[in-house]
Structures are given as structure tokens and as C-alpha cells.
């Protein structure tokens, strides 16, 4: 029987590079943005698109398939946003939590030097008479988190090295999103409840610190 366990989906983003002309040099940031809709297009109705990135039984015990699609970043271009199904006891475990993203990635290095990406480097789209190859690379744009108890309020760290204390970043009950987006509905709070905040000022310090990394997904 398959074990059970409450779960949050975890996404990383990795980058997509783009190729084309007699030598397959890579294009820039300007023109991955020109052909990026027919590259969506194209995606869509391929076999990439239907099957997952990695093989189910080569992810880490506790981590489990979500779901895949292509997006893009204003800074960094192209993206192939990753979603994993991963244990809440894994996640709010911070060491525990870096060493499964590790295994993640690192497997996802092989995949897109080997397996999946490596099929996808193979296929190209047309634009006008111009062919394109998409190549899926393992260096990480972004890992992305749900803060409990609130929708679509996310943290977001740029690599596994950057993650910290996310028992305090993503708990329910850390206050995070008044701290930073209404601060004063924050420093009310103890005039309201004297029983407010107590245990928790270090919590809400470290939030304060680090409030660069919450954002509302939209």
C-alpha cells in the first residue's frame, strides 16, 4: 500500500535555453520573448507536455509528481516550472527540506542531459522559416513555497543555499503576510489579544528580515 501523508505542492523553476541558426547558437533574453508564444504553442501538443520530467521512482521518498508547463520570467527568460507533491514533515524540516531539493535537482540534471530533456533538445518549432531546438537546463531560477493557512501567499528562494528556518517561514500562525503588506494591522494585534505574539517575537524578527522572499502569487 502507498504511503500517505499530508502533502504541499513545491515548485522549481529552471531555465529554458533556446536554439537556433547553421550552429544552434543560443538566443537572448528580447528575442525568447518574440518567439516564446509559439513555443507555448508548440509545447502544448507535445509528448513533453503529457509526461513528467522525472521517472516517479527516481524522486525521493516523500516527494511525488505535480504538475509541469513552460512560463516565462521577466529577468531571466524562458522558464520550465516543476511542481512536487512533498511531504509537509520534509518541508518544515529545513536540513531535511535542502537535502530532498538536492536530490531533486541533481536527478533533474540527469533527466535533462539524458532522458526527458534530452528528447526535448532533439525536437524543433517553426516561426515564420526559422527553426528553434528548446534546451531544459538543471541550474535553478527559483524555488517557490506555500505559507500555511493563506492562499496564494508564497515564498520564493533563488537556489537550495538560500533556504532558511522554513518552520518559521511557511508555519501557520507567523503572521507573515501583515508583516509584510500591513504592518500596522501587526502591531495592533497585542492591543487586541495581550496573548498575541508571545513565544514568537524571534519568528517575527526573522520574518521582518526577510520579508523579500514573500510574495502573493497571482
Given amino acids: ?41 508548440w509545447f502544448g501538443s507535445t509528448w513533453f507536455a503529457r509526461n513528467f520530467p522525472h521517472n516517479e521512482g527516481d524522486l525521493p521518498k516523500g516527494v511525488e509528481p505535480g504538475q509541469h508547463f513552460l512560463t516565462w520570467d521577466k529577468k531571466k527568460g524562458i522558464c520550465l516550472c516543476v511542481g512536487y507533491y512533498i511531504d509537509q514533515n520534509i518541508i518544515y524540516d529545513t536540513e531535511d527540506f535542502k537535502e530532498t531539493l538536492a536530490k531533486i535537482i541533481d536527478d533533474a540534471e540527469g533527466q535533462f542531459s539524458d532522458g526527458w530533456g534530452e528528447s526535448l533538445e532533439q525536437r524543433d518549432f517553426k516561426v515564420g522559416r526559422t527553426r528553434y531546438s528548446p534546451q531544459a537546463q538543471s541550474n535553478v531560477i527559483a524555488i517557490v513555497a506555500p505559507v500555511a493557512c493563506y492562499e496564494n501567499f508564497m515564498v520564493k528562494w533563488k537556489s537550495v543555499n538560500e533556504i532558511e528556518h522554513t518552520d518559521w517561514m511557511l508555519c501557520y500562525g507567523n503572521d507573515a503576510f501583515n508583516i509584510c503588506f500591513n504592518k500596522a494591522s501587526h502591531e495592533k494585534k497585542p492591543q487586541e489579544n495581550k496573548y498575541f505574539g508571545i513565544g514568537k517575537e524571534e519568528i517575527f524578527k526573522f520574518i521582518e528580515k526577510n520579508k523579500k522572499h514573500f510574495f502573493i502569487a497571482r
Fill in 1 to 41: 500500500m502507498k504511503e500517505t501523508y499530508d502533502a504541499d505542492i513545491v515548485q522549481i523553476y529552471y531555465k529554458v535555453t533556446v536554439r537556433t541558426g547553421e550552429h544552434w547558437d543560443d538566443i537572448d533574453l528580447e528575442d525568447e520573448r518574440k518567439i516564446f508564444p509559439e513555443l507555448l504553442s
